[in-house]
């Protein structure tokens, strides 16, 4: 749970409302319509957050845990069409070999959904048995799981589409899967360390946004308008 008064969240807020702007810009908001919508209720959900103030000694309210409870499942099922429109997206630019690949995309998916549940056990352990932080690591979890899935699909697919694809990596929308997967990817680790403790929780979320923000900026110079035609086979 990000705290919404420092600046490392304020840059990561003006970086993800520049590349939703971005996108609706250059008109490849209609290419990429559930990643513009992310970003756009990414950005809605910070907005609404300033509105809670934190105490003098730096605690948040617990209107904004309940805010932040309420609201982190919804970008949650957004993540999770944003990488399936990425990746239908770059595949379908190969339809002819879309049907023949389509077990081992399959193959991958299982392999990224049992890889990822390994360390579940470990983070259950560490479940606090006051009620509200136990959901909140639930959430925290869940957040893990599903990024982790994601990436590590990702990640399977892009190494896939580059062994079967000549001039694969002229694609744009190959970088934009790669980029989406390491953009899932911190949110894994991160979340991991939360759940398991290591190090304070101000501590990870600002190298997470940092980071987050990087993986932003760098997706602002790889989305262009001229984007490059789809690789050979």
């Known amino acids: 749970m990000s705290d919404p008064t420092n600046l490392f969240w304020y840059s990561s807020v003006a970086v993800q409302f520049l590349l939703c702007a971005h996108l609706v810009w250059t008109k490849l908001a209609k290419r990429h319509p559930i990643f513009t919508l992310y970003l756009g209720c990414s950005v809605l959900r910070s907005l609404v957050a300033v509105h809670y103030t934190a105490a003098s000694n730096g605690a948040l309210p ?15 099922l957004l993540q999770i069409a944003v990488a399936l429109e990425v990746h239908a997206g770059m595949w379908k630019e190969q339809e002819a070999i879309v049907r023949p690949a389509r077990p081992l995309l399959f193959s991958a998916l299982l392999t990224a959904i049992v890889f ?23 959430e925290f979890l869940t957040k893990r799981y599903i990024s982790s899935v994601l990436c590590i699909f990702l990640v399977l697919s892009a190494v896939l589409y580059l062994a079967i694809i000549r001039n694969s990596l002229k694609s744009s929308l190959l970088r934009h899967e790669s980029m989406l997967a390491a953009y899932f990817g911190i949110y894994a680790i991160a979340s991991f360390a939360i759940n398991m403790g290591w190090g304070a929780t101000p501590l990870v979320n600002h190298y997470t946004l940092s980071a987050a923000t990087l993986c932003l900026v760098i997706w602002i110079s790889i989305l262009k308008p001229a984007e490059s035609q789809p690789a050979s086979l």
């Open 62 to 76: 617990l209107s904004y845990t309940y805010f932040w409870l309420w609201s982190e499942p919804v970008l949650q």
């Open 116 to 138: 990822a549940a390994f360390p579940l056990k470990y983070e259950i352990s560490h479940f606090s048995p006051i009620r509200l932080q136990a959901i909140m690591q639930f």
